[in-house]
């Protein structure tokens, strides 16, 4: 008899630690950096330290962080930086300079192709 309750105690805690793993893993796609910068067509600037990319009006826009997981995206939000994303959150960028709102809106556009 207590053989068969070891077990019963055995298959619960891995059948709980299953369900456990199951949901830890379900954060959301991680993106490389180099997904990122071909969706949106980024070019590193003159310094090399960022990014950059044209909107329709010529303006460069500054991408100053590449975010590749929805925990940076969140990170950055609860921050209260400007950070335009895919649509599941699970990638973006840190649109820092002039000309935010145009370029928030552009580079939401380039993001949602990542899904």
Known sequence: MRTRYWWVALASMVGSCGLSFASANQVGSIWNKSEIIRAMKLEKTASGHSHQFLIDSGVACNVATIL????????????????????????????????????????????????
């Open 68 to 115: 590749t997981t929805s925990n940076a995206v969140k990170l950055y939000l609860s921050a209260g930086d400007v950070i335009a994303t895919n649509p599941d959150q699970t990638a973006g960028v840190k649109i820092v300079g002039g000309e935010t709102r145009d370029c928030f809106n552009a580079a939401q556009n380039l993001l949602s192709t990542l899904k």
